[in-house]
């Protein structure tokens, strides 16, 4: 089974920037659609960002409008999120999923549209 390992996260003084990084297992391309959510301690997963691979449309949260960009790579086998700005309440493991299904604003922010799973990535935002 094909599995997403995600990379990138660390640790980051608040105002800064970091990348994320999301490629599956077996480096095959990424299809259909892709998403990052993030956890923080004590939280509800909450979604971030995602891409529509096959129309190219983005989606943001809110409170990451304007300050994340969510992106594919060139050969489409990796997955990013540049996190510029970042706040301290953007402490949290940030997740990467797929779905396997066409996502559309009705659908792209809920978790059970998303078949695969990463372990995370942990990104601690200092104040």
């Known amino acids: 089974q094909v599995e997403l390992v995600e990379s990138g996260g660390g640790l980051v003084q608040a105002g800064g920037s970091l990348r994320l990084a999301c490629t599956a297992s077996?480096?095959?391309?990424?299809?259909?659609?892709m998403a990052w959510f993030r956890q923080a301690p004590g939280k509800e997963r909450e979604f971030v960002a995602a891409?529509?691979?096959?129309?190219?449309?983005?989606y943001y949260s809110d409170f990451v409008k304007g300050r994340f960009s969510i992106y594919g790579g060139n050969a489409k086998t990796t997955m990013y999120l540049q996190m510029n700005n970042v706040k301290p309440d953007g402490t949290a493991v940030y997740l990467c999923a797929r779905s396997n299904w066409a996502i559309n604003s009705m659908n792209v922010r809920t978790i059970r549209q998303y078949e695969t799973w990463g372990q995370g990535t942990q990104v601690t935002v200092s104040s």
């Open positions: 891409l529509s691979l096959t129309g190219g449309s983005t």
């Open positions: 077996n480096h095959a391309p990424l299809t259909f659609a």
